[in-house]
Structures are given as structure tokens and as C-alpha cells.
């Protein structure tokens, strides 16, 4: 059964204070792992797609990297406006299978 | 353009009714997906919709279910509320399906 698992569960910085979020998973071939972010009463907005081990995307103060059993985003020098939950999801290769999400990061970003 | 329109936003059901929820995908868009959002659950996929056909299906009760009409709109129907189903339901919409999904800002029901 595909998983994935995203940690810590919480995280509070000081702004300007980088750090990196995880986001470790399992599926049976991978097609994509996608980034969101969701904000306090509204829905996941896309962030990333990273298809294979080694590739890198970049964002404002965003990062996100790729192994084959993980992802980690990395913020770098964070502000206020970053607060909010992230969410990492996976697709499997086999057909036109459905995302399967991992229960997010919440980040708190202290001016 | 319009983003992912979802009615209604907020409502409140007791045990036993049922309810039905309302998504409008972006403009072209012709798959959507429905997923529920719970605390502790996180993001559960219910099913998604293609040209008016159910392609996936999560692992939820037959108390659950869905249609896409021909001009991509959604609905999703939950029968015979249980307070377990008090959660934010969230559409989403893509050109086709792919993990780059347009989410709308969800319906929250509140079973009572």
C-alpha cells in the first residue's frame, strides 16, 4: 500500500531561520511527488511535481529535492507569510491512480 | 479565470439526513477529484470523475457517492449522516488527471 509520511508534524521558526521539512514515502513506482501548501481555511494550492531522484525544484524561498524514498523541502530565510501546512502527496506509475497524501507539516513563522 | 467553485461552504446536518455537495471545476478542466480532510485522517481520497465516468474510487462506505455532468460539474452525495462525517470535503479540478490538482476552499459539514 502506497504511504507517505511527513515530519516533524509541527514546526515553529524565528523568521529569517531556515529549515527543511520531510516528507518519506513508499508506492509501488513512482510517477510524481507533489508539493502543496494549504492555508487556514482554504484548500491545497499546488506547489512542485518531482518525477525522479536528483531533481530539484525552486520557489521564492522554496526548495523542494528528491531521493527515492524521500523529499525534503527546504525554506531558506523564512517570513511570516510562509506560515501554513504543507503537504506532501505521492502518484503512483501503474494507470491513472489517485494521489495518496501524507497528513502535512504545520509551520509557524515568528517575526 | 474562476478557480474551483465548491457550495455550499459551511453546513450543519444531523444524524440520519443526507447531504449534497456541489463542485464547479475550472473552465476546460474535465477530471475532478473529491477528497475529505480530516484532523486526524489528514487527505482521503473519495473518487475522482472523468467525462462524466468514475475512474477511482477510494475505500469509503457506499454512503458516499458521486456524478460529473456534461459540462464537468460535480456533485457528491453522503447518505445517512454519521457524526464521523464531519469534516471538510474538498473538490479539486485538472485538465486530466494529474497530481497537479486546482483545489477549491472545500465544504465544511458539521454532523450533529
Known amino acids: 500500500e502506497d504511504q507517505v509520511t511527513q515530519s516533524p508534524e509541527a514546526l515553529r521558526l524565528q523568521e529569517g531561520e531556515s529549515s527543511s521539512l520531510n516528507c518519506s514515502y513508499t508506492v509501488s513506482g513512482l510517477r510524481g511527488l507533489f508539493w502543496y501548501r494549504q492555508d487556514p481555511g482554504k484548500g491545497p494550492e499546488f506547489l512542485f511535481t518531482l518525477y525522479s531522484a536528483g531533481e530539484e525544484k525552486e520557489k521564492e524561498r522554496l526548495k523542494a529535492t528528491l531521493t527515492k524514498k524521500e523529499s525534503f523541502l527546504h525554506i531558506t530565510a523564512p517570513k511570516p507569510e510562509d506560515s501554513a501546512t504543507y503537504l506532501c502527496?505521492?502518484?503512483?506509475?501503474?494507470?491513472?491512480?489517485?494521489?495518496?497524501f501524507g497528513k502535512g507539516t504545520r509551520l509557524s513563522v515568528i517575526a | 479565470k474562476a478557480g474551483v467553485t465548491q457550495t455550499p461552504r459551511y453546513l450543519i446536518k444531523t444524524r440520519g439526513q443526507q447531504v449534497t455537495l456541489s463542485c464547479s471545476p475550472i473552465?476546460?478542466?474535465?477530471?475532478v477529484s473529491w477528497y475529505q480532510q480530516t484532523p486526524g485522517q489528514g487527505l482521503q481520497f473519495l473518487f475522482e470523475y472523468f467525462s462524466e465516468t468514475q475512474r477511482n474510487k477510494g475505500n469509503f462506505p457506499g454512503r458516499f457517492s458521486g456524478r460529473q455532468f456534461s459540462n464537468s460539474r460535480s456533485e457528491m452525495n453522503v447518505s445517512t449522516l454519521e457524526l464521523g462525517d464531519s469534516a471538510l470535503y474538498l473538490c479539486a479540478s485538472s485538465l486530466e488527471f494529474t497530481g497537479e490538482l486546482f483545489f477549491g476552499e472545500g465544504s465544511r459539514l458539521t454532523v450533529l
Open positions: 473552465s476546460g478542466h474535465r477530471s
Open positions: 502527496a505521492v502518484q503512483a506509475a501503474s494507470g491513472n491512480t489517485p494521489l495518496v
